[in-house]
């Protein structure tokens, strides 16, 4: 197919079958039929050929990588759509018209280069993450736009030469700086969940964690977009929002569940 209005790119090193088939699935069933996927194996020594539709949309690579954004930066220069999404495996699309949602936004704002939207993380406390239309400094600040959840055009991806592969964690959070703050490019906020995060990825491990506190990731990301200030105003609230979540959710709410949980037995 030529010129798809969306490539779907997932990376792949040993996946579970039912979580890659979920990921599959999830493109597969769309209503709008624009689109392509590649599948970027970094050599897995389970075959997964069996669960791949026979689909000409679909294209499967093999490649030798040095990481996951390494991973990421092939698949890029195999795509052809209008917009860039990676669905990592194990994510899928919410919804069977998700991409015909894109599409119809796309159309009326010919000019954005970035549109997102929001995330269902069965995993985490709420159940879902819901973004801002407005991406302020401080919420760029202390908040990640979960990455399943960009479409991205694929010229500013190629452009821009993708993600930076010096770090091992948190180059995506990277690369959304370097968009909003530094390129300025347009972008645009769909106010419904686009995906469902399964979790568990890289970059929510302890070690991408302690990657945050290292003086290179400081110097190369975090004071290249923010002023010493702006750093330590927006230290101080990030602070004291955590407080205001730890005192309300694992204080009050906890206990009021478990209140309400009684008299329900009873």
Same mark, same amino acid.
């Given at each position: %197919?030529?010129? =798809?209005?969306?490539?779907? #790119?997932?990376?792949? #090193?040993?996946?579970?079958?039912?979580?890659?088939?979920?990921?599959?699935? +999830?493109?597969?069933?769309?209503?709008?039929?624009?689109?392509?996927?590649?599948?970027?194996?970094?050599?897995?020594?389970?075959?997964? +050929?069996?669960?791949? =539709?026979?689909?000409?949309?679909?294209?499967?690579?093999? /490649?030798?990588?040095?990481?996951?954004?390494? /991973? %990421?930066?092939?698949?890029?220069?195999? /795509?052809?759509?209008?917009?860039?999404?990676?669905?990592? *495996?194990?994510?899928?699309?919410?919804?069977?018209?998700? &991409? +015909? !949602?894109?599409?119809?936004?796309? /159309?009326?704002?010919?000019?954005?280069?970035?549109?997102?939207?929001?995330?269902?993380? =069965?995993?985490?406390?709420?159940?879902?993450?819901?973004?801002? *239309?407005?991406?302020?400094?401080?919420?760029?600040?202390?908040? %990640?736009?979960?990455?399943? +959840? $960009?479409?991205?055009?694929?010229?500013?991806?190629?452009?821009?030469?993708?993600?930076?592969?010096?770090?091992?964690?948190?180059?995506?959070?990277? @690369?959304?700086?370097?968009?909003?703050?530094?390129?300025?490019?347009?972008?645009?906020?769909? =106010?419904?969940?686009?995906?469902?995060?399964?979790?568990?990825?890289?970059?929510?491990? &302890?070690?991408? !964690? %302690?990657?945050?506190?290292? *003086?290179?990731?400081?110097?190369?990301?975090?004071?290249?977009?923010?002023?010493?200030?702006?750093?330590?105003?927006?230290?101080?609230?990030?602070? #004291?929002?955590?407080?205001?979540?730890? #005192?309300?959710?694992?204080? @009050?709410?906890?206990?009021? $569940?478990?209140?309400?949980?009684?008299?329900?037995?009873?």
């Amino acid at each position: %197919m030529n010129n =798809p209005c969306f490539s779907i #790119l997932t990376v792949t #090193l040993n996946p579970e079958l039912g979580d890659l088939k979920n990921t599959i699935d +999830s493109i597969v069933n769309q209503d709008f039929s624009n689109w392509e996927l590649i599948i970027k194996d970094g050599g897995s020594i389970n075959d997964f +050929s069996e669960i791949v =539709p026979n689909d000409q949309r679909i294209k499967v690579i093999s /490649a030798n990588d040095n990481s996951v954004y390494d /991973a %990421m930066n092939q698949a890029i220069r195999e /795509a052809s759509g209008d917009y860039i999404c990676l669905l990592n *495996s194990g994510d899928y699309f919410f919804n069977n018209t998700i &991409l +015909s !949602k894109i599409s119809a936004t796309q /159309a009326k704002t010919k000019n954005i280069d970035f549109i997102f939207g929001d995330v269902s993380k =069965p995993q985490s406390r709420t159940g879902f993450e819901y973004y801002p *239309s407005k991406l302020s400094k401080y919420f760029l600040y202390s908040n %990640m736009i979960c990455h399943q +959840s $960009w479409f991205v055009r694929r010229k500013y991806y190629q452009s821009s030469q993708g993600y930076d592969t010096r770090f091992r964690f948190n180059s995506d959070y990277s @690369f959304l700086l370097k968009m909003v703050l530094e390129d300025k490019i347009n972008y645009f906020h769909i =106010p419904e969940v686009l995906v469902t995060y399964k979790g568990g990825g890289i970059s929510q491990g &302890l070690e991408s !964690k %302690m990657e945050l506190k290292k *003086s290179s990731w400081n110097e190369f990301v975090i004071k290249k977009h923010f002023t010493p200030l702006e750093r330590k105003v927006f230290a101080f609230f990030f602070f #004291l929002r955590n407080c205001v979540k730890i #005192l309300f959710y694992d204080h @009050f709410f906890s206990k009021i $569940w478990i209140i309400y949980l009684k008299v329900k037995r009873k």
